[in-house]
């Protein structure tokens, strides 16, 4: 059974950091796709950045790309994601998230099974 729990949210002012982490069980590690995604209120779900675990192949939204680093520490079976630079367009629910992959890397919410229960990350100006 596979139990994602996230940590790290916080309030933070614009340009500041925050680090989320996300401690996993019940995954195979190298068959797996996680990730990283937002939801603020009122809109969708979104991809943040997403790895396969396999080969570390990564994914990242344009809007966070150069700002966030996606990153694992399967020895702690823990998923990070660094965030620089945040913005006051960042603040949303960030939520961890797994799936069985078969060698490729998914990117959208809709095809992960596994979620964690969010943290919040709210960024003001």
């Known amino acids: 059974q596979v139990q994602l729990v996230e940590s790290g949210g916080g309030s933070v002012q614009a340009g500041g950091s925050l680090r989320l982490s996300c401690v996993a069980s019940g995954v195979t590690y190298s068959r797996y796709c996680m990730g990283w995604f937002r939801q603020a209120p009122g809109k969708e779900r979104e991809a943040v950045a997403t790895i396969y675990i396999g080969d570390g192949t990564t994914y990242y939204a344009d809007s966070t790309k150069g700002r966030f680093t996606i990153s694992q520490d399967n020895a702690k079976n823990t998923l990070y994601l660094q965030m620089n630079s945040l913005k006051p367009e960042d603040t949303a629910m960030y939520y961890c998230?797994?799936?069985?992959?078969?060698?490729?890397?998914?990117?959208?919410?809709?095809?992960?099974?596994?979620w964690g229960q969010g943290t919040q990350v709210t960024v003001s100006s």
């Open positions: 998230a797994a799936e069985r992959c078969g060698g490729w890397l998914i990117t959208s919410p809709r095809e992960y099974n596994y």
